[in-house]
């Protein structure tokens, strides 16, 4: 079945970075975005940004603009997030969810990471 | 500031119907589909409602949506305990060039 894995827990001092991986699995991994989304702590879902895992394209939410980037390494059909100049206000769980299409939206997310910048 | 606007909560007794409203613009709601997440404490967001209205297999025919011009709403009827949770909107903004979300409705079941 269709799964996303993503990489442990983290904890970063304020300014430094961290990247986070979502390890593909039961599907063709080039065919569908992978996107990210991120939840601070009793918050909404805030959306971080999009990738084409075939072309490496991405889109990006003006608020991450400069500090994130997601790249994908296919021979492994592992997406990656990293986010930098870490502040306080980014400690949250980091999801990473596959893209189906413009109707069926997110439909596989992963299990979430957590990262603690202190 | 959410692109999207939902209420920050609503609430309702077993059985009851409960609506939860999604507001935008024509960027996003008139003119893409709408999704709709249902997120409960600890775990990650799960696909209630898809393009619209369709319910992926597992999803009770008691959740149903709609949409109206620029605003999306998801109906809950026959309201059970296990519904108290989070329940997002989400569709592509056609003038960001990615998804946007609504802030959030919290549903308790009073």
């Known amino acids: 079945q269709v799964q996303l894995v993503q990489s442990g827990a983290e904890v970063k001092k304020p300014g430094a970075s961290v990247k986070v991986s979502c390890k593909t699995s039961?599907?063709?991994?080039?065919?569908?975005?992978i996107n990210w989304v991120r939840q601070a702590p009793g918050q909404g879902l805030e959306y971080m940004g999009w990738m084409n895992p075939k072309t490496g394209v991405t889109g990006y939410a003006q608020k991450f603009q400069g500090r994130v980037t997601m790249t994908r390494d296919t021979s492994t059909t592992t997406a990656y997030m990293e986010l930098r100049s870490l502040k306080s206000e980014d400690t949250g769980v980091y999801y990473c969810?596959?893209?189906?299409?413009?109707?069926?939206?997110?439909?596989?997310w992963g299990q979430g990471t957590t990262v603690i910048v202190s | 500031q959410s692109v999207l606007t939902q209420p920050p909560s609503a609430s309702g007794t077993p059985g009851q119907r409960v609506t939860i409203s999604c507001s935008g613009s024509?960027?996003?709601?008139?003119?893409?589909?709408v999704n709709w997440y249902q997120q409960f404490p600890g775990t990650a967001p799960k696909v209630l409602i898809y393009n619209y209205s369709q319910r992926p297999s597992g999803v009770p025919d008691r959740f149903s949506g709609s949409k109206s011009g620029t605003s999306a709403s998801l109906a809950i009827s026959g309201l059970q305990s296990e519904d108290e949770a989070g329940y997002y909107c989400a569709t592509w903004d056609d003038s960001l060039n990615h998804w946007v979300f609504g802030g959030g409705t919290k549903l308790t079941v009073l």
């Open positions: 024509s960027s996003n709601i008139g003119s893409n589909s």
């Open positions: 039961g599907y063709t991994f080039t065919i569908y975005d």
């Open positions: 969810a596959r893209g189906y299409d413009y109707y069926h939206g997110m439909d596989v």
